[in-house]
């Protein structure tokens, strides 16, 4: 067995021995996922096409009903591909399961057998065949996301991942409730994470809507700008992010940003975007990223000139919202003090 890379053959001990080896990412590349599978799966890997074996029912001898195996149709996986690496873009990968023919301009082919039949299931043992199972968890990409040809039988897939949303749930009612005791940072935190009226909630309410709004969250995962229990955990050091989306779901709040059924927000008389067909039904995830986007820097800027006054700034508690608010207008904060600093940011909306 060998591994070809552009028609070139990976000596994986030579190449690995030399970083200025041509061949060098490709055999680390290689050595590190054959590793992480030995890890992962002990001595079998184990591919299973998905829907196999079939069967159907039917009658027996005495005609009760009885569920037989239809017969095996087995199919055909290529063994060689393109492949797309982030870095070096596309390459055409091979795994030759004999040897492979050197042509007379001194590359390689992978030879007659082009592909590999499995009927039901693969098991491919790791010691005696690293290649191929290689080429399909990585290459062919059957072991890193859901696929209708096959795929990997990880029996302890499923509770792990149980554990892992089971473990997730108590970090987040850890943080909620034991994390968050300023009740500035939990208002601030509900906001970003667009619980209604974050701004005058009974806090305990507070906290029991922030865990209801993430759990519905999570239901949503995959769809743009949707942020859940992930997120929220990874955002408890509160980011400039985080910031932006409390300030607006305050002025959603407030009734000054609108989202009207013509499919854009408003800010009183003035159209401020568009949301997109596809993402109406998170329409304050769009605007949130909107105004994220470094292009739209100057619309956020437009749009502070616009809300921000004296009862908005004389509410702010923490100085690292001072500077926030100052790097959006574009002030400079590097080596000042936090008191110039909210000088500065009273000065610019020209509020005494």
Known sequence: MAILVNQLKLDVGIALRDEKHPMYQYALQYD?????????????????RPGFPQRS????????????LEPEKPALFPLQRKYTHPERGEEIWACCLQMPELLPNGLWSIGKKKSVKINDFINIDLNKQPDLAFYLYYIAGFGLKESSGLRVDD????????????????????????MLPNEHDLRRMAAAYNVPNSGTKEPDQLRFDLEAQLEINDKKRGRDNVKGTKEFLEEMKVTDNVRLRAFLKTLE???KLVYK?????HLGDKTLLQV???????AFGYMCSYYNVPN???????LMRDVVNKEYLDKITDPKDFKWIAKVMELATSFK?????KEAVYKVFSIE
């Open 32 to 48: 590190t996922g054959v590793k992480e599978l030995k890890d992962k799966f002990g001595k079998v890997i184990k591919f299973m």
């Open 296 to 302: 739209n820097a100057d619309k956020l800027k437009d």
């Open 155 to 178: 029996p302890k897939k499923e509770i792990r991942e149980k554990a892992d949303r089971e473990r997730q749930l108590v970090e987040r009612k850890t943080a909620i409730w034991q």
């Open 276 to 282: 997109p067909f596809e993402s109406i039904k998170d």
């Open 57 to 68: 029912k039917g009658t027996d001898s005495r005609g009760r009903e009885v569920t037989m």
């Open 253 to 255: 709040d407030d009734k």
């Open 337 to 341: 003090k936090p008191e110039d600093v």
């Open 261 to 265: 059924p013509d499919g854009r927000w």
